[in-house]
């Protein structure tokens, strides 16, 4: 599976950004696609997340603020991120995780897109 993330960008602080990222190769059907982000000396650490059903879950620090959505057409995964803050800077990653009955799941990164909110 290959991602590719696109989207990112400077902003100034209550502006609004869009990251999209696309999956491509072996796409199964039930999966988990999400974003993640991550700054210098920090872990990464989950942003949103929605499964192949539509069902979705935030970070507290984002809700309210930034919306995760899917075409599983396009197998493409959408990021809206609105009343953006300096603290929301971080390079933000795409995953994809594929969820299987009988075996580990299958997991893949995409190369990050960076986000960097002035204030």
């Known amino acids: 599976v290959h991602l590719v993330e696109s989207g990112g960008g400077l902003v100034q602080a209550g502006g609004s950004l869009r990251l999209s990222c696309a999956a491509s190769g072996n796409i199964f059907d039930i999966n988990v696609m999400g974003w993640y982000r991550q700054v210098p000396g920090k872990e990464r650490e989950l942003v949103a997340v929605?499964?192949?059903?539509?069902?979705?879950d935030y970070a507290d620090s984002v809700k309210e603020r930034f919306s995760i959505s899917r075409d599983n057409a396009e197998n493409t995964v959408y990021l809206q991120m609105n009343s953006l803050k300096p603290e929301d800077t971080a390079v933000y990653y795409c995953?994809?995780?594929?969820?299987?009955?009988?075996?580990?799941?299958?997991?893949?990164w995409g190369q990050g897109t960076r986000v960097t909110v002035s204030s």
């Open positions: 929605i499964d192949s059903g539509g069902s979705a």
């Open positions: 995953k994809y995780t594929a969820i299987y009955v009988t075996t580990n799941p299958e997991m893949y």
